[in-house]
């Protein structure tokens, strides 16, 4: 079915700042011309394919893993209201704190107030999509607090000022020499002998961030899941930096969006499995905290949650577009789509990149705020393949370049290039004299194809369709020519 | 925080209900088709396996050793010099750790922790089937930054508390306690996707897997999994 997306009661996140960027074909271009980013990306996304097929492979139920997670997904999404609820009073009864936010202004607005209200004008952060999302590094920055990110890859982002370009490994497009070049200029005390064995690179970061943790008197986290029934809290990690920042400081608050709630304990059976084994391709990570309130007399004593729409409801709007909200983060679709690997995050100019991206950030922030992303795939299908809770990522993409088509009639006299395309080429093969005409006069495409037999800009009108695609050289014969030349004529 | 009257929390709900509109409330079944808990029996060797695999050091009472002999061969293999142990270990493991030990009493802050060499705790369970140890802060396993700061994490595995697979241990877990699920030693994979181990977390891990027969402890504690670590 579609469904058409105009006039809902939701919103749209407003500061749309880390989910959008330039036009995706802009970037990309710019990407694909960066050698050594894409071997950097080939490489890595190479191995981590590797590694997860294997661990994948010894599950026996790995389907039903993922069919349980699909519906437990839907399930929790039929009712969230519900689950919401009873997430808020499980963590208030066992002596948390639990806020609200419409958007990324008002949740950043909460953080700052919590932490202000501690006198601490540092937090340690545990690596959180959700505040990446909302900007909340700048915002405390601008309230004269300084946020420091704890995870290797996030500091690496984070000392180079840069910005994160996988989901799971947000320095993906750094290679070892330039992380040991960023260490040198940017981390204080760092020794200037340090080489670029990654363990060494590693080592420096723990020595850097130890005396941090031992001090740090608030911590700011993300959230894997959020089990309603019993308000517990759950952070999957490596490193063990988000065990400190959960664990060591007197205050903890917790950011995460709306959607990453499980109904009850007994489901985290099944993600606890999934997750791992697509994310970073291993049986169980190293750690996994997790938490309901809080504990007297161990850990943060004084504990918040910060619950945020910020677009997350404009999505649940749409029935078709709302399942890309079942998304856990695992970041397996990045690594092996073959536009990602090609082009890297940034090109996708939003905090969410990939195929699991182009479907999250265009819903975020309303289609046409980010009308490009849709189109920044070429529907292999990779993505549905390896999702952890069977996201239909390819028609998802299709549903939204949909959306796209039609808003664009609703708003502008002419149509779109893709409408304008399919339109014609419609007319063409619904008949069959048409088609036949078509394609003899096709043959003078070859006329505009290049040296690799392809045709990189159409003439006007049909320029629109070339400008982010290139196109084949059509054949010197057709299909229905050559079977008419060898079997006779057609039937 | 309220704007217009409405609070954040009334309108997020709000609109959670518009959005599900007429579909609100229907619950697609969940179908259970995988292995869930009770589905198999549990393999120690392969407890074994999946914690070296992932470098974690394991030592078993093949030839008969008590958990004694076994820690005070790992402490002494190991040359630390310092322990902090949990409040609520069993008096056999306090003998074989000398005299170096430290027992928390709740006041431990960090920057004490970082100047022992190593922690021994017990814990609530082990899954086999993918290597993981999970603490539940009960009194043999004490705080959760006990066994986060030092740098080599000593800890006792009974037979009897090895289940076979995720869903067994969930099952067995009580999430209101703080738990904390352990896989090898800490790691990243950050630079490059190559596996380091050791960065915020113990860089070493030594499991001692043993029959609770071997781990005598008197009737006041055992494993006391239902009891909150503090109680205020």
Redesign the interface.
Known sequence: MTSTFLG????AATDTEHLRGEPFPVAARRALADGQLRA?LG??TR??RA?RQAVVDEVD?WQ??R??GR??K??T??????H??QL?AAVTA?GGTV????DAA?AN??VTELVRATGSDEVVKVKSMATQEIGLNEALASAGIAALE????EL?VQLGNDRPSHIL?P??HR??AE?REIFRREMPGVDPDLTDD??Q???A??RF??SK??SARVAVSGANFA?AE?G?LAVVE????G??CL??PQTLITVMG?EKLVPA??D???F??LLPRSS?G???????????GV?????PQDVHLV?L?NGR??T??D?VG?EALHCIRCSACLNVCPVYERVGGHAYGSVYPGPIGAVLSPQLTGVEQNATLPYASSLCGACLDVCPVKIDIPSLLVHLRAQHVEQHRATHRLPSPEAVTMAAAGWVMGDERRFAAAQRAGGAGRLLGGRRGVIATLPPPLAGWTSSRDLPAPPAESFRAWWRRTRGEVS | ?T?GGV???D???G???????E???????????????GAGPVDLDLLVD?LRD?HALVRTNGDGHTVAGLLADAVRERGARSFVVPAGVPPAWLEALGSGVLVDD?TLT??DL?AVDGVVTGCALA?A????IVLD?SADQG???LS??PDYHLCVVREEDVVAT??D???RLD????????????????????R?E?????RTLEVILVPAAADPRPPSTPGQSSE?????
């Open positions: 809902l009661p939701t919103v950097n490489r890595a191995t981590i590694k139920d039903e893993l069919e349980a519906a437990l839907a399930a999404m039929a009712r969230l209201d519900e919401l609820e808020e066992r806020h609200w936010a419409r008002e607005a909460v704890t995870d290797l890859a690496i490994v320095a993906i290679n070892r992380i990654p363990r690179l590693a080592m970061a723990r961030l130890r943790f031992l089990v019993t517990t490596s490193e063990g930096n065990r400190m664990t060591l709306i304990w007994q985290l059976e099944v606890l499995q970073t291993e049986r169980m990570n190293p750690y996994t905290s997790m938490w309901t504990t007297p007399g161990d850990g619950l729409d409801t404009a649940l709007a029935e709302r | 925080m704007s609070t954040a929390r309108e997020v709900l609109r959670v209900r518009a959005a599900l509109g579909l609100r409330g229907t619950l697609p079944g969940v179908p259970r088709s995988y292995h869930g808990a999946r992932y709740g960090p920057v970082d899954i089937e993918t290597g993981t802060a705080r959760r930054l986060l700061v995720v869903p241990a969930v099952a999430p209101t306690r703080p738990l904390t699920w352990i896989s090898g030693p800490s790691a990243t994979s950050d630079i490059e996707l190559e380091v050791g960065v915020h977390g113990p909150a670590p503090v109680q205020s």
